[in-house]
């Protein structure tokens, strides 16, 4: 307990970067604002010295860490930005081909028929279209493809 009451400026900036280390094997961008604020608090240490007590980096490191984590989410908001799309279609492969185009291996025939997609050959919904008919997916239903002619 004492070693976090003696606080040195270096430790606050090996705290900050192991945290923004470990942010790259962790989801969620959560762990890269408690590292900027350690490293904050690390050159307001390296600045002020002992002017700042062990309470008042402590104080510093959760106010940052709080601030820069509400600041990072209101900006995300506002501008649209959402750490998950990268990965929202990991494992949903029918979400993957939303708007891709394909040409229908069999019929469409009372609304079933089958594309080929790469090597493999989906199930696909929609209105009837002969062999050879371009069609465009337009959502998906468990592993069935909704398609419409494209």
């Known amino acids: 307990m004492e070693f976090f009451m003696n606080m040195e400026y270096w430790h606050w ?9 470990l942010e790259m094997f962790a989801p969620g961008a959560i762990l890269l604002w408690f590292g900027v604020a350690g490293l ?9 010295g002992d002017l700042l007590g062990p309470q008042m980096q402590w104080l510093l ?35 993957a081909l939303i708007g891709k185009e394909f040409v229908l291996s069999e019929a469409i025939i009372n609304g079933v028929g089958k594309a ?4 493999t ?28 002619a494209a």
């Open 13 to 21: 900036l090996v705290i900050g970067l192991v945290l923004l280390i």
């Open 40 to 48: 904050v608090v690390g050159v307001l240490q390296l600045i002020f």
């Open 61 to 95: 490191f959760s106010v940052f860490s709080i601030v820069s984590i509400v600041a990072w989410k209101s900006y995300a908001k506002k501008h649209k930005i959402d750490v998950r799309d990268e990965n929202d279609t990991l494992n949903q492969r029918g979400k």
């Open 116 to 119: 080929k997609v790469g090597d």
């Open 121 to 148: 050959h989906w199930r696909v919904l929609g209105p009837d279209l002969g062999v050879n008919s371009r069609v465009k997916v337009v959502g998906f239903e468990g592993a069935s493809l909704k398609v419409e």
